[in-house]
């Protein structure tokens, strides 16, 4: 028997799509069959660029199609409640770009409505899937640095050493400022708190600082929190460098992470920045380090294996990692840890609300620190 062929429509084909189109170029399993934006001149040229036979203003088309079977939405954030409610009620399935939603309400609703329809929603981002995280999990699993003590994550952004983003794109993330969340933690930070669970399990507590460089920017920062079920430590660290040069052909950002253990250290030493030549997974044990530099570290890769993990794992009709429940549980976390630096206290996720989340909204678009 012939396996299925998954057909995709792609609402939203702004600046990430660029990542996104090109896993589904030969690959087997799945094809890019339909586009939408509102935007007709870059939707044209989305359509020529990809060899996509069909596109359209109106994302209905697509929820009309009888032949899509997964709706990737990739607009604005305040959008996303609206075109994922409706395709999973069309009878889609749906692959939504992080995060999930901008208040907790609207992620309960779509969640809601992936039960009721019982189609997989899958809320899309890249990095568990970056190669040389991967295999440090295989290598913690593995017990080759002892028993985890500590996991720290570091981002260092500029403005040199990146591709060209449109202002466009540009403008609507930065406005997450005005709404009280910030780019750095809510947005790209969704990235780093989504590995830390996935690495260590559900968050306990959460406690830090959050200053701004300039109106807009959530950085510097100096973020800790425990873990539920597991004894380790966690932290995160951002800085906002505008004339440091970190080369790129993605975003200006330097990511690391560091898992320390009772017998030694992993370290991730980049994912969308190359700002040096180390090897992208180092592990130090018994006085000896290991390169792993035969790893695909290119960022692409990671977008690659993610969405094309989609369609697989649907064929093999197992829930894809990354479901709007764990969607949710990031945004508490990301929610959590802007509450705990602006009141300066610990707060626990699963405690967070809407109202508490947003009492700060004009503290926040007024500057300083949060």
């Known amino acids: 028997m012939t396996a299925k062929i998954y057909q995709a429509g792609m609402i939203g084909v702004g600046d990430i799509t660029t990542l996104h189109a090109p896993a589904y170029h030969n690959f087997p399993r799945a094809k890019l069959a339909a586009i939408c934006d509102i935007d007709s001149r870059l939707l044209a040229q989305r359509a020529n660029e990809w060899n996509v036979p069909q596109f359209t203003t109106d994302y209905r088309d697509l929820l009309r199609d009888p032949m899509i079977d997964i709706i990737e939405v990739n607009t604005p954030h305040s959008l996303h409640r609206k075109f994922v409610v409706e395709a999973l009620a069309a009878g889609k399935h749906v692959a939504c770009q992080k995060p999930l939603a901008v208040t907790i309400a609207e992620a309960e609703d779509m969640i809601a409505a992936a039960r009721r329809a019982g189609g997989q929603l899958r809320v899309f981002e890249n990095f568990i899937y970056y190669p040389a995280y991967r295999k440090a999990k295989e290598l913690l699993a593995a017990g080759e640095i002892g028993e985890p003590l500590a996991v720290r994550f570091k981002l260092g952004s500029s403005l040199f050493g990146g591709r060209w983003v449109p202002l466009r794109s540009e403008l609507w993330h930065l406005m997450e400022s005005e709404a009280g969340r910030g780019q750095a933690v809510f947005d790209d930070g969704y990235h780093k708190l989504s590995q830390a669970i996935d690495l260590f399990g559900p968050v306990a507590e959460a406690q830090g600082y959050i200053g701004r460089s300039i109106r807009y920017v959530d950085e510097p920062g100096q973020l800790i929190w425990t873990y539920a079920t597991s004894p380790v430590l966690g932290s995160f660290d951002l800085a906002f460098s505008p004339n440091l040069h970190i080369r790129s052909k993605y975003f200006s950002a330097d990511e690391r992470i560091d898992i320390t253990g009772t017998r030694g250290l992993l370290r991730i030493t980049r994912c969308t920045g190359h700002i040096d030549d180390t090897a992208p997974l180092i592990l130090e044990r018994d006085g000896k380090r290991y ?48 509450i705990a630096a602006r009141e300066r206290s610990a707060v626990r996720p699963e405690s967070v609300t809407d109202e508490w989340a947003y009492r700060y909204v004009a503290a926040a678009a007024g500057g300083g620190a949060q």
């Open 291 to 338: 390169l792993f530099d035969d790893l695909a570290a290119d960022w692409q890769a990671s977008f690659t294996a993610g969405i094309r993990d989609f369609p697989i794992a649907l064929a093999e009709g197992r829930q894809a990692p990354l479901t709007g429940e764990r969607a949710l549980e990031i945004m508490r976390f990301a929610l959590a840890l802007i």
